[in-house]
């Protein structure tokens, strides 16, 4: 049901989920960009809609609450092993739809890839999802092409208009709550793009061939593998497992699972010594047709949600929209040397 509220009533909402969820939305952190006075638009946890950050898009995506870059799964003696606690409260994540349709690529990967992944599962089932519409596309969004720029697949829906707020709300429980407060029922249908100023063309009958490209080697000189790309995609999924120790026996301890990337040095690394990613430009191949090939063989659909996080973080104006619209030549030159 659609509801219109002044801001002082939802926020009296956010004051009751609150004491149920830990609620994340994008919002402006000041002075937290990557250079000296710069302020960063990440994810954090929200008390009022004036915190939210409606008409600029985060600069990180909200799967820090799903995917903690650093999370302890459990601590252990000689002789006893102890999961770590789970928060008592649950969460909402207020997200845009292309970010929404990367909550489906993260379930696919975490619980309908062979066992579930339990520390996922755990925390992914204390999860409601609150779309924010899109007015308009931003700077490096190719989320129409993807097929990502719209959905129904939200326990509610929110917008600012004219200074006022108004959901869609497919959540039973937060029926009464949002009753109590509203001003108006009102029908409100999500907004969504139709039209992006980034294209992209992922060409059909695409193979494995397309590894040979020469494209691939221009990266090897301007990548500097710095990672960027992967933390702020919300569809990366890589990580690492530590073991940190508390006493110099090493009988004490925790084993965190840590977010790693696929473009840094060491990932690959394997006992002995060897290496199967060294080169730069190999990695970003890996990373390209991870995206938009196999995990589409294996799946039905593309990795990529079309976001354009990756392009808009990268020091070196690295795009991998481009990428992605150099695979269509790159595989017609593939064809033409490999039938000489």
């Given at each position: 049901?659609?509801?219109?509220?002044?801001?002082?009533?939802f926020?009296?909402?956010?004051?009751?989920?609150?004491?149920?969820?830990?609620?994340?939305?994008?919002?402006?952190?000041?002075?937290?960009?990557?250079?000296?006075?710069?302020?960063?638009?990440?994810?954090?946890?929200?008390?009022?809609?004036?915190?939210?950050?409606?008409?600029?898009?985060?600069?990180?995506?909200?799967?820090?609450?799903?995917?903690?870059?650093?999370?302890?799964?459990?601590?252990?003696?000689?002789?006893?092993?102890?999961?770590?606690?789970?928060?008592?409260?649950?969460?909402?994540?207020?997200?845009?739809?292309?970010?929404?349709?990367?909550?489906?690529?993260?379930?696919?990967?975490?619980?309908?890839?062979?066992?579930?992944?339990?520390?996922?599962?755990?925390?992914?089932?204390?999860?409601?999802?609150?779309l924010?519409?899109?007015?308009?596309?931003?700077?490096?969004?190719?989320?129409?092409?993807?097929?990502?720029?719209?959905?129904d697949?939200?326990?509610?829906?929110?917008?600012?208009k004219?200074?006022?707020?108004?959901?869609?709300?497919?959540?039973?429980?937060?029926?009464?709550?949002?009753?109590?407060?509203?001003?108006?029922?009102?029908?409100?249908?999500?907004?969504?793009?139709?039209?992006?100023?980034?294209?992209?063309?992922?060409?059909?009958?695409?193979?494995?061939?397309?590894?040979?490209?020469?494209?691939?080697?221009?990266?090897?000189?301007?990548?500097?593998?710095?990672g960027?790309?992967?933390?702020?995609?919300?569809?990366?999924?890589?990580?690492?497992?530590?073991d940190?120790?508390?006493t110099?026996?090493?009988?004490?301890?925790?084993?965190r699972?840590?977010?790693?990337?696929?473009?840094?040095?060491?990932?690959?690394?394997v006992?002995?010594?060897?290496?199967?990613?060294?080169?730069?430009?190999?990695?970003?191949?890996?990373?390209?047709?991870?995206?938009?090939?196999?995990?589409?063989?294996?799946?039905?659909?593309?990795?990529?949600?079309?976001?354009?996080?990756?392009?808009?973080?990268?020091?070196?104006?690295?795009?991998?929209?481009?990428?992605?619209?150099?695979?269509?030549?790159?595989?017609?030159?593939?064809?033409?040397?490999?039938?000489?």
């Open positions: 049901m659609g509801y219109c509220l002044e801001k002082a009533g926020n009296q909402v956010l004051q009751e989920l609150s004491q149920e969820y830990v609620v994340y939305a994008p919002k402006l952190f000041k002075n937290g960009g990557g250079f000296s006075d710069t302020d960063r638009i990440r994810y954090g946890e929200i008390h009022t809609v004036e915190e939210i950050i409606f008409d600029r898009k985060s600069e990180y995506s909200f799967k820090e609450a799903l995917l903690p870059l650093s999370q302890t799964l459990f601590f252990f003696t000689e002789a006893v092993v102890k999961e770590a606690d789970l928060s008592q409260k649950g969460a909402v994540i207020l997200l845009r739809s292309c970010d929404l349709h990367a909550v489906k690529r993260l379930d696919t990967i975490y619980l309908k890839n062979g066992s579930e992944d339990y520390y996922y599962k755990r925390l992914r089932d204390k999860v409601k999802f609150i924010i519409g899109c007015q308009h596309s931003f700077e490096n969004c190719f989320c129409v092409d993807m097929g990502t720029n719209q959905t697949a939200y326990d509610a829906y929110l917008e600012m004219n200074g006022k707020v108004y959901m869609d709300n497919h959540n039973e429980a937060w029926e009464a709550a949002l009753a109590a407060h509203s001003t108006e029922v009102t029908a409100v249908i999500p907004a969504y793009v139709t039209e992006t100023e980034t294209r992209v063309h992922i060409p059909g009958g695409i193979t494995l061939d397309v590894m040979q490209a020469k494209m691939w080697d221009e990266y090897d000189s301007r990548c500097i593998n710095c960027r790309c992967n933390f702020v995609c919300p569809t990366c999924t890589c990580f690492t497992m530590q940190i120790f508390y110099d026996n090493g009988k004490i301890g925790e084993r699972r840590v977010a790693a990337s696929c473009m840094v040095d060491g990932f690959t690394e006992a002995g010594g060897g290496c199967y990613r060294k080169k730069n430009g190999q990695r970003m191949r890996f990373k390209v047709l991870h995206k938009v090939y196999d995990y589409k063989k294996r799946n039905g659909y593309h990795m990529c949600v079309g976001c354009g996080r990756c392009d808009d973080i990268c020091p070196e104006y690295i795009s991998f929209s481009n990428s992605i619209n150099k695979l269509a030549e790159a595989s017609k030159a593939v064809a033409t040397n490999v039938g000489k």
